[in-house]
């Protein structure tokens, strides 16, 4: 299936410092979707995006849906220790068979250093 | 969003041997979605399991590999059969919410096969 490519592919910043990653697509997406995930458990879901050009924030991320809708953004501001994790982007699209069809990115590995 | 639990958590298997995964979400849910998660990987779509209509399989899963059970709103299964150590993996359930523009997911089964 398809997979949507994220940039950079792993980060090492210093705690404190603001972060940005992004997620493109040859496709265009209806919505698109961050989860960071921890070792060991699954995908949590931090922000839902539905319409292009939106910017939605959850304490210190903030995502925007690019207006193309083929991609997104996720930045966090002032980052600490426990904002350490994968971070995957997800787009959403319909699916004639399933309903509905989500896509993942290939992930953005992040390292807080204290 | 929905509180989902897997079961087991973890197993060490047997070559040739299934495995039997349980989800169970505590919300009825149309869309159930299994995925699975090679270390350090992005996560695959294995198969979309809606209830009352047969689990629809991504390309290079197949139903003999794969059955998936979808009994009622709350739960659905996911067998490995016939294991090889290839199988060796994380094997997520997720949820359709929100009108299924959203997925929600379990905390994943970390499967090892000897």
């Known amino acids: 299936g398809q997979q949507l490519n994220q940039s950079p592919q792993s980060m090492f910043i210093q705690e404190g410092e603001d972060v940005s990653m992004n997620c493109t697509s040859s496709?265009?997406?209806?919505?698109w979707l961050w989860y960071k995930q921890d070792p060991g458990e699954g995908p949590v879901l931090l922000i839902a995006?539905?319409?292009?050009?939106e910017l939605t924030s959850n304490g210190r991320l903030t995502a925007q849906f690019g207006i193309t809708r083929k991609d997104s953004f996720l930045n966090i501001s002032a980052s600490i220790p426990s904002d350490v994790g994968i971070y995957f982007c997800?787009?959403?699209?319909?699916?004639?068979?399933?309903?509905?069809?989500?896509?993942f990115g290939t992930g953005t590995s992040l390292t807080v250093i204290p | 969003s929905a509180v989902i639990s897997q079961k087991p958590s973890r197993d060490i298997c047997q070559r040739g041997t299934s495995l039997t995964i349980q989800c169970q979400v505590d919300?009825?849910?149309?869309?159930m979605f299994w995925y699975r998660q090679q270390p350090g990987q992005s996560l695959t779509l294995i198969a979309t399991?809606?209830?009352?209509?047969?689990?629809?399989?991504e390309s290079g899963f197949v139903i003999d590999k794969f059955p998936i059970s979808r009994p009622n709103l709350t739960f659905s299964t996911l067998t490995v059969s016939n294991m090889s150590p290839e199988d060796s993996s994380i094997y997520l359930c997720?949820?359709?919410?929100?009108?299924?523009?959203?997925?929600?997911f379990g905390p994943g089964t970390r499967l090892t096969v000897t």
């Open positions: 997720s949820v359709g919410l929100a009108g299924a523009y959203e997925q929600y």
């Open positions: 496709s265009i997406f209806n919505t």
């Open positions: 995006l539905y319409k292009a050009g």
């Open positions: 997800a787009g959403q699209t319909p699916n004639a068979n399933t309903g509905n069809q989500f896509y």
């Open positions: 919300s009825q849910v149309t869309m």
């Open positions: 399991a809606n209830q009352g209509s047969e689990a629809t399989y």
